[in-house]
């Protein structure tokens, strides 16, 4: 399960297929190196997203 300490770089390597869902949330940084490191919740508080929202789709 996804949550909101998961960071972007795990994430990713684990569930590559969401990354669609967080480009269609407004988070094109996904290749920045410093983006692996953050977590959603920091990473959705940058780009002014609902985390919770966010967590519903990727845990669908």
Do not use: F, R, Y
């Amino acid at each position: 399960m996804i949550d909101k300490n998961t960071k972007i770089g795990e994430l990713l390597e684990k569930n590559p297929e969401k990354a669609d869902i967080l480009l269609e949330a407004g988070m094109h940084c996904l290749g920045c190196p410093s983006s692996q490191a953050e977590t959603l919740a920091e990473a959705c508080e940058v780009h002014g997203i609902d985390v919770e929202d966010l967590l519903k789709e990727l845990n669908k």
